[in-house]
T-cell receptor
C-alpha cells in the first residue's frame, strides 16, 4: 500500500503570512504530484501540479518537490482568509495505473 | 458543461437497506472513480473503472458493487447498508495523459446509515 503522509493540523496563520504545507510519500517511483484544495462541505479541486524537482510557482502558490527526500510542499504567500480550507496531497502510483493515493489533508486556518 | 454530477446529494438509510449512487460526467473521460471521505481519513478509493467495460477494486471495496453503465455513467451500489458506511461519497473522472491524472470531482453524496 502506497502511503502519503500529511500533518492534519490545523495550521493557523495570520492574514498576510506564508503558509507552509508538507507531504511525504513512500512510492519512490512516483513522478507527478498534485495539490487539491477542499473547502468545507465541498469537493476537492486541483490547485497545483508538479513534476520536476525544484519549485513551481503559480500566483501566490509555490509547490516544491524533493524526490531524493520524498517530500512535496505547498507554500501559500500573502495568505488570505479565503485560503482557509483543507489541502490534500495526491501522489499517483508508479507502474502504469497512476491511480492517486491521497493524504489525509492539512486543515489551514487564516485568521484576520 | 456540467462536469461530474452525482445523485442524490443527501440520503438517510436504515441498516440493511440498499441503494444506488449515480454519477455521470460529460467530459468524455475514460476513467471514473468512487471515493469515500471520512473525518480525518482523507479520500479512500472504493472502486474505479479505467475504461468503459472494466472495473477494479480500490482500497476499501467491501460492501460495495459498481457498474460502468457506459462511458458517461458509473454507479455505486450498497446492497445491505451498515452504519460503518456512513460517509461522504465522491465520484471523480479523469483522462490519463502520460502520467498526468488530474481528478475532477462531483459535489458528493452525504450518506447516513442509522
Amino acid at each position: 500500500q502506497k502511503e502519503v503522509e500529511q500533518n492534519s493540523g490545523p495550521l493557523s496563520v495570520p492574514e498576510g503570512a506564508i503558509a507552509s504545507l508538507n507531504c511525504t510519500y513512500s512510492d519512490r517511483g512516483s513522478q507527478s504530484f498534485f495539490w487539491y484544495r477542499q473547502y468545507s462541505g465541498k469537493s476537492p479541486e486541483l490547485i497545483m501540479f508538479i513534476y520536476s524537482n525544484g519549485d513551481k510557482e503559480d500566483g501566490r502558490f509555490t509547490a516544491q518537490l524533493n524526490k531524493a527526500s520524498q517530500y512535496v510542499s505547498l507554500l501559500i504567500r500573502d495568505s488570505q482568509p479565503s485560503d482557509s480550507a483543507t489541502y490534500l496531497c495526491a501522489v499517483p502510483a508508479s507502474g502504469g495505473s497512476y491511480i492517486p493515493t491521497f493524504g489525509r489533508g492539512t486543515s489551514l486556518i487564516v485568521h484576520p | 458543461n456540467a462536469g461530474v454530477t452525482q445523485t442524490p446529494k443527501f440520503q438517510v438509510l436504515k441498516t440493511g437497506q440498499s441503494m444506488t449512487l449515480q454519477c455521470a460526467q460529460d467530459m468524455n473521460h475514460n476513467s471514473m472513480y468512487w471515493y469515500r471521505q471520512d473525518p480525518g481519513m482523507g479520500l479512500r478509493l472504493i472502486y474505479y473503472s479505467a475504461s468503459e467495460g472494466t472495473t477494479d477494486k480500490g482500497e476499501v471495496p467491501n460492501g460495495y458493487n459498481v457498474s460502468r453503465l457506459n462511458k458517461r455513467e458509473f454507479s455505486l451500489r450498497l446492497e445491505s447498508a451498515a452504519p460503518s458506511q456512513t460517509s461522504v461519497y465522491f465520484c471523480a473522472s479523469s483522462d490519463l495523459v502520460g502520467d498526468y491524472n488530474e481528478q475532477f470531482f462531483g459535489p458528493g453524496t452525504r450518506l447516513t446509515v442509522l
